[in-house]
């Protein structure tokens, strides 16, 4: 709950500190999806190859001390209101700090989503039938969006009727209460589930033999790479740009890369990410807008609450979908009725009325939550049906790399369109980016099935294909 508050929150904050320009919310945005787009499959890497335990405290202390820190930061340049004019040194210096500590903190909270989501949920669903893992991801998605529908309600309260600075005291506070309960509560979940006992000691033996091969590894080369650099050294033989590009593609990063586009998943992953190269959604920039378009706070976070609210209908409709059609076809349906509800957004571009456009964004976006949360269901438990359990952890953090860097170039867009007046441009290239993706996906299902639609079913049809 501590990240989606700062994720409603950090866009205020922005906003207020650099009026009429969307500059500070897309710069935040650039360090954090940055963040996490370079990291992301290092920390995949990191966490397959450490115990449950040491991951979640890791994963906990960090990202709890950095929101600490970015709350702390955000209260003292909201303690100056001039202090752009009066100290810019200072402000700079105070608002790198809020974008380093908060980005810090999200790239953490990305370690405990892939242990969570794309680990624990498997493991413990072994052993049972598909329904149980399907049950599990929509209450774990459900929880998520629950946050996400009282997180901003909350806070927007706060801010509305009391101010910006109490906002934010309030945000350090519960984010340093909250890492002792999260500890506890996740801590008597890994005791209590001795399936994720187990996993974690199959970890640590396929950590403890990796390691031992990469060692015999290293020895049994010792003698030839000397000879090799000898050899180098005298002819001449590989240049130096070789060697480099030697050591680059045997890297973590390229190695944890290699094996995702190795993966049957790749076109799904692939459609699941362009979905956050966009604007829509009740995110930094789309926030920032509409604050700047005088849509009250509270306002935006009772829209955002009805967000989650319709995201929450989704935890519940797909489990019947899904049962009945298959992730697979489940997810081309949900997607491309994301797609119709994103055509309102579309249409308030043209809407002469301030307000009424933007109530007609907020409600496009909310619609179409419901078809989102249901693709993003559809495209997990795929992924979790299909990667190996050695791979998961990898494929999870490269997955949430390449989300993260579709959403710094939504962000690099926000900072070359900084004017709020000209919110509708990246609309729509939004949607255009969201329409790539559905083709993609439904790439995906007809090179899967052969066939996009069950024509035959159709009864006007059936006696077409009956003659």
């Not at 397959?48 to 709350?71: C, E, H, P």
């Not at 640590?204 to 049994?220: G, I, K, P, V, W």
């Amino acid at each position: 709950m501590i990240c989606r508050t700062w994720e409603f929150s950090v866009a205020l904050y922005m906003i207020y500190l650099w009026p009429n320009s969307l500059f500070l919310t897309a710069m935040y945005g650039v360090v954090e999806s940055g963040s996490a787009t370079l990291f992301g499959p290092i920390v995949g890497q990191m966490i397959d190859g450490m115990s449950y335990v040491k991951v979640l405290r890791l994963w906990l202390v960090t990202q709890n001390l950095s929101f600490i820190v970015a709350g702390g930061a955000v209260v003292a340049l909201l303690v100056v209101p001039d202090l752009k004019s009066q100290n810019f040194p200072v402000f700079a210096t105070l608002v790198v700090l809020t974008n380093l500590s908060g980005a810090i903190g999200v790239l953490s909270t990305l370690a405990g989503t892939v242990l969570i989501e794309r680990d624990w949920v498997v493991v413990m669903s072994e052993g049972h039938s598909p329904a149980v893992l399907t049950r599990m991801n929509s209450v774990i998605r459900g929880i998520d969006l629950s946050s996400k529908l009282l997180s901003p309600v909350i806070t927007g309260l706060i801010i509305s009727f009391v101010s910006l600075r109490a906002s934010a005291i309030t945000f350090a506070a519960w984010a340093t209460i909250t890492v002792w309960i999260e500890y506890w509560l996740f801590i008597s979940v890994y005791n209590g589930v001795p399936a994720i006992v187990q996993s974690d000691e199959r970890r640590s033996l396929r950590s403890s033999q990796s390691q031992a091969e990469e060692t015999d590894s290293a020895s049994s080369f010792y003698v030839p790479l000397l000879h090799e650099e000898e050899s180098y050294r005298n002819t001449q033989s590989r240049s130096r740009i070789l060697r480099i590009l030697e050591r680059i593609s045997e890297s973590s990063f390229v190695s944890a890369w290699r094996n995702y586009l190795n993966q049957e998943i790749v076109l799904p992953g692939v459609s699941l990410a362009l979905l956050f190269f966009t604007v829509l959604s009740f995110g930094t920039l789309m926030t920032a807008t509409l604050e700047w378009k005088g849509i009250p706070t509270y306002i935006i976070g009772i829209g955002r609450g009805i967000s989650a609210g319709v995201g929450l209908a989704a935890t519940v409709l797909y489990p019947l979908m899904q049962s009945r059609i298959s992730p697979l076809r489940t997810g081309v349906w949900s997607f491309w009725s994301q797609w119709t509800c994103l055509l309102v957004c579309v249409g308030s571009i043209w809407v002469e009325k301030e307000k009424i456009a933007s109530y007609m964004l907020m409600a496009g976006v909310a619609a179409s939550r419901l078809g989102l949360w249901m693709f993003d269901l559809a495209v997990i438990q795929q992924m979790q049906d299909l990667v190996p359990e050695s791979d998961r952890c990898v494929v999870g953090g490269v997955q949430n790399s390449l989300q993260s860097a579709l959403d710094l170039m939504a962000n690099l867009l926000g900072i070359i369109v900084s004017n709020p007046k000209d919110f509708w441009m990246l609309t729509l290239i939004s949607f255009a980016t969201v329409s790539l993706a559905g083709i993609l996906y439904t790439i995906h299902l007809y090179r899967i099935r052969k066939h996009l639609f069950h024509l035959e079913k159709i009864p006007l049809l059936n006696n077409f294909f009956a003659s």
